[in-house]
């Protein structure tokens, strides 16, 4: 995956809601473990005062049946038991003077605090600290108790075996939170990229739909979400607009077959006064203008009608094997003497062959009225070349004024030229790659002369290339053409 790719990744709504989902997740797993190992902590540490009470009240016993001297004897003993280093006794005046104790050898520097000795000495009850001990790394829990002789009772307990159970629990936790994190981010994702199906293909149909393929609809999948009120609301929105175009298309067809018939016969009329002769000069020509625009009105209706049927898919578009390079040579043939009056140079490279299958009517209505245009907003002196063929696809650039791209609908910034409206384009090429259909192409920008191309026409593989419009840019113009 390439970084372009991961930051489209990024920018997506699944990947935002995913990461959301993951790090909600994620705080409220480590608020939660939080909370619980702080109940474990005081559960360990109730549990561990409660068993150095039972401690306390043994030893009161054992000292009140058998007396100070055998305080050592018999503490030591169960000292032992437990470990010297785990557990020590110690029996201490008022003051905080040692009277007995068992082995301190490994509690050297564990005294009697003052402030937790005057309260048991008060009668406060037990009284519990927690120390740290030097040279462990653990710490330990001290308990004081007021015993009925008025002596006090100091019990130490190491919490070496605690700190080991929730060290134990951290280091369980720890990886399990990891294993959430990556779980939470799967699951967010599977839930995000579900709860958004739904509305890619909705953005998919609408792409179908923006190349072309008008009859594609969402499929509406049962589930009574928002997505299928989407869903169904988008059908509704493409069919209210299929049926509106439809019903343009309809007038437009409509419009095309009655203005034919008025048209032929105001041809009908010019050509028979053209015929008659009985006046000459002036009259004659504006007979044959108006014949000569009846035949171009006629033969606009007839290709607008054609692409009607093509569209509705009445009248298949025929194709054949045809060498654009002839095609465009052809052209530049019969419009080099009228490049060559309006002192225009007309530059042809293009000799080597370029086959492709498509219609040779559409074809050279294309060339014709590229070159038509380019001639006709090109002032005196300029040139118009078409060099060799570049990267699948025959370029023509020139310098001096061009065209400027409108889309389909738009108004000509200045004067309209000639639409290519009416020229199919189904052309393919034999090999190579192929631009997607309804898509524009992406060729590299040249430069010319040192400064870059600045206006650009692509035109599309599609039946109804949007429509052409003059534009004067600075330097150069680069048309090309992609089958």
Known sequence: MSLREALEIRRTLAFRLTFWYALVFTVCSLAAFAVFYAVISNVVKERTDQAMLKEMAEAAAILKSKGEGAFGAELGFEAESEGVGDVFFRLLDPAGGEIAATNMNAWKGVGADRGPL???????????????VPGKPYQARIVYGLLESGKIIQIGVSLEDNARFLETFRDVFVPGILIIMAFSTLIGWFMAARALAGIREVTRTALDISEGAFEKRVRVRAGGDEVERLAVAFNRMLDRIDGLVRGLREVTDDIAHDLRTPIARIRGLAEAELNAGNSGGEPNQLAADTVEECDNLLQMINTMLEIAEIEAGIKALPGADVDLAQVVGEAVDLFRPLADGKGVRLESGVSEAFPVQGNVRGLQRIAVNLLDNAIKYTPAGDRVRLPERQGGAIRSDRSGHG?????????PRLQPALPLRQQPLPARLRA???????????????????????????????????????????????IIIFP
């Open 118 to 132: 005057t309260r048991a000495a008060a009668g406060d009850g037990p009284v519990f600290e927690t120390v740290s």
């Open 403 to 411: 065209y400027r791209h409108c889309r389909r609908g738009t108004a």
């Open 432 to 478: 190579g790659p192929q631009p997607r259909v309804g898509r524009r192409p992406r060729p590299r920008r040249p430069h010319l002369g040192g400064e870059p191309a600045r206006p650009w026409k692509h035109l599309y593989r599609h039946a109804a290339p949007p429509a052409l419009c003059d534009f004067r840019p600075r330097q150069h113009y680069q």
